[in-house]
């Protein structure tokens, strides 16, 4: 898994990794349809109803779109058996709309932690937490 940490990923964790730093939600979309269980189950908090894979590619459209510079860095990988753990820096420019917040310019970065269980070659399962506190207390919204 060490070669996830960068570019170049074969595994699914990769390649939708190295798909995420074109910026290019299409592409992200595409990799997404691959590397994804059409019966993804993704237990994130999210601001829509909608779910599954396409919940997946709906988070990558909104975070492009507001944070076209958007930049994961992934800090650690752990894999356990069918399990990957990614801990992630987040980084980008608030140039869009953004959960109903107008662009404002100011840069933002965060941490979050995501796990994937693979199955049949796929990711069939996400877990994520993100500081979205933080991310939007950089971005103004929050005063805490």
């Given at each position: 898994?060490?070669?996830?940490?960068?570019?170049?990923?074969?595994?699914?964790f990769g390649r939708l990794h190295d798909a995420v730093r074109t910026g290019d939600p299409e592409v992200v979309a595409r990799t997404v349809d691959e590397v994804v269980d059409p019966g993804l189950v993704f237990h994130a908090p999210l601001p829509t109803g909608v779910t599954g894979v396409q919940a997946l590619k709906e988070v990558w459209t909104v975070l492009?779109?507001?944070?076209?510079?958007?930049?994961?860095?992934?800090?650690?990988?752990?894999?356990?058996?069918?399990?990957v753990v990614c801990r992630n820096t987040v980084t980008g420019t608030h140039l869009g709309e953004?959960?109903?917040?107008?662009?404002?310019?100011?840069?933002v970065r965060y941490g979050e932690i995501f796990v994937f269980?693979?199955?049949?070659?796929?990711?069939?399962?996400?877990?994520?937490?993100?500081d979205v506190l933080a991310q939007l207390r950089q971005l103004g919204a929050v005063d805490v």
């Open positions: 898994m060490t070669a996830d940490r960068t570019s170049g990923g074969t595994t699914p492009l779109r507001a944070f076209p510079d958007l930049r994961v860095e992934v800090e650690d990988v752990i894999t356990e058996g069918d399990k953004y959960r109903g917040l107008a662009p404002t310019g100011r840069p269980r693979l199955a049949g070659g796929r990711i069939a399962e996400i877990w994520g937490v993100v």
